[in-house]
């Protein structure tokens, strides 16, 4: 039975983590791709902007930054994922062909499957972003390396930064994309909570349901989950640039990460 907003969160698992990290080595664990869906454009362009601090890791938005791929405007991205693949060089084979307007591999990327479990619990300690034209966000999608129709997400949080106060209003959600055995499914709520704080995001999904939490707390649950390998990408965006100072930040604090796949 899908439980109701504001109902406490489940435990997480007590097996070991694969991903435990506070960020704290001063630099970055293999489980980390530092670049933006590498393979839809240049490694000049995709490469994230970060910098560790006493408090955790900075992804940044830096004056000089490029664009992440032309044809996507002014966007700006600084992410860390957990997987990469793609096809060949030329083709529209790869992760999240989310565009419309014609994504072809630019930078062909092997397949590498650092974190990307079929069903699985992750916990992300962050600070979002409150700087203007700024996102955060946390989620997970298909790799598609087995099957182009594994493309399902699952949005943990978006998180815009003038939607930061004493509470915070948040998306989140399952986006089907490609994949049938899907519907897309996004809410629009509110946590009592100022994310410019550090807050803890939970996502626990398998079985058919996937859960969604805020420092400890349900924020949604769904009656659906993809089935099949997922990885995770945490960023910041900006969607327009010169609009207050750089550089512009979200600083993750931690993320624990466990695969809870049946074989």
């Not at 039975?1 to 504001?6: A, E, F, K, S």
């Not at 032309?70 to 992410?79: A, F, K, L, T, Y």
Request: charged share 25%; glycine share 8%.
């Amino acid at each position: 039975m899908l439980r109701t907003p504001g109902d406490p969160l489940s435990p997480p698992p007590t097996s070991a983590p694969a991903i435990d990290d506070d960020f704290s080595g001063g630099e970055l664990a293999p489980v980390w791709v530092p670049h933006y869906l590498p393979h839809w454009t240049t490694a000049d362009r995709s490469a994230a902007r970060l910098a560790f601090t006493p408090e955790g890791i900075d992804l940044r938005i830096e004056e000089d930054q490029l664009e992440w791929r032309p044809e996507d405007g002014q966007m700006r991205v600084s992410n860390l994922q957990t997987a990469t693949f793609s096809g060949t060089l030329g083709s529209n084979v790869g992760t999240h062909r989310h565009r419309s307007d014609g994504l072809l591999v630019r930078t062909h990327t092997p397949t590498s499957l650092h974190y990307a479990p079929t069903a699985g619990r992750v916990d992300v300690t962050l600070r979002a972003s409150t700087d203007p034209d700024c996102m955060t966000a946390i989620w997970l999608v298909g790799t598609e390396h087995d099957d182009p129709r594994d493309s399902g997400e699952i949005c943990v949080a978006e998180i815009d930064a003038d939607a930061i106060g004493a509470s915070t209003r948040v998306r989140c959600g399952i986006k089907a994309h490609h994949d049938e055995r899907l519907r897309t499914d996004m809410i629009a709520t509110s946590v009592p909570h100022d994310a410019s704080r550090f807050l803890t995001w939970s996502v626990e999904w398998g079985g058919g349901v996937t859960t969604i939490g805020c420092e400890g707390r349900l924020v949604a649950a769904f009656d659906q989950a993809p089935a099949y390998p997922q990885m995770l990408l945490i960023d910041v965006f900006e969607m327009s640039p010169d609009r207050g100072a750089y550089p512009k930040a979200a600083t993750v604090r931690r993320v624990r990460a466990w695969s809870t796949d049946s074989h």
